[in-house]
RNA sequence: GCGCCUGUAGCUCAGUGGACAAGAGCAUCGGUCUUCGGAACCGAGUGUCGGGGGUUCGAAUCCCUCCAGGCGUACCA
């Protein structure tokens, strides 16, 4: 990456001016890398000579930034990225890119081909990703949708870091939800049946609950009716959950959504594993019993202020207990070496509890990292959406696809910052449609695929790299080699945000360049050939980018 | 009450210590074009970066305080 070799050019640079006694050998900080906001301070800078002078000052040296910086300058080699240097302002180091380094740069984009923009920081380490966790109840809401795109991209991004991902749904099929959720469904099949049934007290009141109704008939008949209630409802677990998740699988591929595993809570309570880990917790004195209640005692840990309840006083489990036995499950069972949950700001008090049971069953806590996000609000007609799956009143993914398109519901949610609230509007995004920054992007991909389609009918000599010298072309060379430092910055701040900001950069520039430079002309064919190459790589970079945060690449629209 | 998050252009949002203009998209206004896809390009205007105080050579960015909004603070998930 082009960033980690200037740092290591400066850091040599740097290195050999104290050697020869030119500077004092003092302990610096980490020396930073900038991106200077405006063209004419070049591509990178640093203020390595303005942070070296203040450490000098503190040690008693007497100490000029701009000499220090001068002086770095001078043993900075030729012959690598870096052509230009000057020295402004009060002391920063500016570095212009080389042009023709960065032309080479371009062979090496192609070369890459899809593996653009891959790093190598991973290191194969395994990480499991768990989003958008649910009870297996019936169709998404959309505030799903940004829980599932972020952790979507997330995995995506982390995949291209070289990490070995794990994408992972968590079925929250154990609590009472799930047992209404079945025992409502059971009362809307009996009711297709022709018998009088009411549906449970708190039951799932929402229409798409005949439908899966109907599909338990298609496939089932009546037989359930045969059988008593409890038993009706028992059997009826199992199926319908299958039911659920099929719809689910449905409704998320809708989204570009695909998970390696899609992990079942009960599985944790029919392997023992939840009384297990009780028990051992309870016997390092992690678990304590106050007023009929199974208390985990959180408090023993740092940074939690409250202990939390594993087992009711009724004997029934939280689902607490068996978040223990999950991360048990996930760390010990699995052996992921880092783990992401996904999880909407409402679960933001869990969030120091899990570090303690973490701690409590003996593993770093920073293993486990958990992105929070804000949560979704829906405008319809200026008038806010409420969401409850129970009463109904949901508007589900699948809704908001068919009326915005997953492209764009995408995009605009991994626009944002996984920290800010969203107030998504409907009527303003199917109005907006055509204007969305994500068609943008999209056409300027369809039109680069168009040249280089139409490239193919015309014989042009192998490239010569050299003939790109327009300030356009350099522009566009350098803004396609950002996207390596841009997934690098999507992985530290794990948000892929700022991927869909880059995309519409590199969009806008490739347009300026189409503007100014024309790719197939027959009179210059070896110019031609230089500025098809460059089109290979903004093509390549535009697609990785659009790859990452599951938008589609379309060759036309 | 306490804790976490948010407050940046008319709207939706980036930027979270660096440079004499605080950025993008949309919207608005003006221009380009006999086009390798005009769903394009070029230009213009718009900001008490919620208010106030402080730290720093330098603050939208760090600290304190106040205001506004969201979320959390259950033997709910």
Wanted: net charge negative.
């Amino acid at each position: 990456m082009v960033r980690d070799e200037i740092q290591q050019t400066l850091q040599k640079a740097l290195a050999a001016a104290q050697q020869k006694g030119e500077l004092p050998a003092v302990e610096l900080p980490a020396l930073e890398v900038l991106r200077p906001k405006q063209a004419d301070h070049g591509d990178y800078s640093t203020n390595l000579a303005l942070v070296a002078a203040a450490a000098l000052r503190k040690a008693g040296v007497a100490s000029n930034p701009r000499s220090i910086a001068q002086c770095i300058a001078d043993h900075l080699p030729a012959g690598g990225p870096i052509g230009a240097v000057e020295i402004a302002g009060p002391g920063f180091i500016n570095l212009h890119l080389s042009v023709s380094w960065l032309q080479q740069q371009v062979e090496r984009v192609v070369a890459a081909g899809p593996a653009f923009g891959n790093l190598h920081r991973g290191g194969g380490a395994r990480w499991q990703v768990e989003y958008l966790s649910a009870n297996p109840t019936g169709p998404l809401h959309y505030g799903g949708a940004r829980n599932g795109a972020l952790g979507d991209a997330l995995a995506n991004v982390l995949t291209a870091a070289g990490y070995q991902v794990q994408r992972e749904f968590y079925v929250n099929d154990a609590g009472n939800q799930f047992n209404l959720f079945a025992a409502t469904l059971y009362a809307r099949y009996a009711q297709l049946l022709g018998r009088e049934e009411p549906i449970p007290e708190q039951g799932y009141a929402g229409e798409y609950m005949f439908d899966y109704a109907q599909k338990l008939i298609d496939q089932h008949g009546d037989r359930f009716l045969q059988l008593a209630k409890d038993e009706a409802i028992a059997q009826l677990k199992p199926i319908s959950e299958a039911l659920v998740v099929a719809s689910l699988q449905a409704e998320l591929a809708r989204l570009g959504i695909h998970y390696d595993c899609w992990f079942r809570e009960q599985s944790l309570y029919d392997e023992g594993l939840v009384d297990q880990l009780l028990d051992r917790l309870r016997s390092q004195g992690d678990i304590a019993l106050r007023d009929g209640a199974l208390w985990f005692l959180a408090t023993h840990y740092p940074k939690v202020d409250k202990d939390e309840v594993v087992v009711r006083s009724n004997g029934m489990p939280t689902y607490f207990a068996s978040d223990i036995a999950y991360h048990y499950h996930k760390f010990v069972v699995r052996g992921f070496d880092h783990v992401v949950n996904v999880w909407g700001v409402d679960h933001q008090g869990h969030v120091p509890r899990m570090a303690a049971v973490m701690a409590a069953l003996g593993l770093d806590p920073a293993r486990l990292t958990i992105v929070l996000h804000g949560l979704v609000k829906l405008i319809r007609n200026g008038q806010e959406v409420k969401l409850s799956k129970r009463r109904g009143t949901l508007v589900t993914i699948g809704e908001v696809i068919d009326e915005v398109g997953a492209d764009a519901v995408r995009f605009n949610l991994l626009t944002r910052s996984p920290d800010s609230p969203v107030e998504f509007d409907l009527d303003l995004a199917a109005a907006a449609n055509n204007e969305n920054p994500v068609f943008f992007v999209q056409y300027s991909h369809a039109r680069i695929c168009s040249i280089l389609a139409k490239a193919e009918e015309s014989q042009l000599p192998p490239p010569d790299l050299s003939w790109l010298v327009h300030p356009s072309e350099l522009a566009l060379i350098r803004k396609v080699l950002e996207l390596e430092e841009q997934v690098e910055v999507a992985v530290d701040k794990l948000s892929p945000h700022n991927l869909t900001h880059y995309a519409v950069d590199l969009a806008k520039i490739f347009n300026s360049f189409y503007r100014d430079c024309k790719v197939l002309d027959p009179e210059q064919p070896h110019l031609s050939a230089a500025r098809l190459q460059l089109c290979q790589a903004a093509q390549i970079a535009l697609a990785k980018t659009l790859r990452l945060l599951g938008i589609s690449a379309p060759a036309s629209m």
